[in-house]
């Protein structure tokens, strides 16, 4: 069975450095074998922002029909996650972060309902990416994005220990990171690494 990849390209702007870097990734998992891929622009996805209503406490789904009608399922079928995103005023872009509030209904279900978000045999399967690129050199400059990455995969069920990060500093200007003397070897070694862990966990 294939390993199924969900991506995000989270940046406003396509074709830019967190996209290049996600792409990198993307094309190096495709050469390990049995990998499915679907990647969504989220300037593409329609999804709205949460709206803090708390519905989803008691309905176990959210009221907004929108883009996340389609992507619920993917969330919960897939394998791997891969979120992709620039830091915008040292945090992460508004269009990643609506994706990210909008995995309330998935808190919901597990904190306040009580309920699986996954299936029992899934859990300590899964594997998350996170992979960001900042125009400022600085080596803080990630440290507000990180908890709500965190956050993100930690109510679907990837756990801390189970997310890999490359973050990339100091690339501004669209195309920026093609100069970077490590980012591509980088991403193609992460995304072999990750298959090949993902082979290993799902064939136990």
């Known amino acids: ?3 199924k990849v969900l991506a995000f390209a989270g940046s406003p702007r396509r074709g830019g450095n967190s996209e290049t870097l996600l792409d990198w990734v993307l094309d190096a998992m495709k050469k390990e074998g049995d990998v499915e891929i679907e990647k969504i622009a989220l300037t593409e996805a329609d999804v709205h922002p949460c709206k803090g209503c708390n519905a ?4 176990n789904k959210c009221v907004q029909r929108d883009g996340m009608d389609v992507l619920h399922d993917k ?12 830091i915008y005023c040292m945090g992460i872009c508004s269009q ?8 309330q209904v998935f808190r919901s279900r597990k904190f306040v ?23 400022q050199d600085w080596d ?4 507000g994005a990180v ?6 995969y930690h109510v679907v069920e990837i756990r801390d220990a189970d997310i890999h990060y490359l973050m990339i500093n100091n690339v501004d200007e669209k195309g920026a ?19 090949r862990e993902l082979q290993g966990r799902l064939s136990e």
């Open 56 to 59: 989803c406490e008691v309905l």
């Open 96 to 103: 990643a972060k609506a994706l990210i509030d909008r995995f």
């Open 147 to 152: 908890p709500s990455v965190k956050c993100f």
């Open 177 to 195: 990171i093609l100069n970077h003397p490590s980012a591509k070897a980088d991403a193609e070694r992460l995304g072999h690494d990750v298959i």
């Open 1 to 3: 069975m294939a390993i």
């Open 75 to 86: 969330i919960i079928e897939a394998d791997c996650m891969v979120l992709a995103a620039p």
């Open 140 to 143: 803080h400059v990630f440290n």
């Open 113 to 135: 309902l009580k309920l699986p978000v996954v299936p029992p045999e899934r859990k300590g399967k899964r594997l998350g990416v996170f992979l960001s690129t900042a125009g």
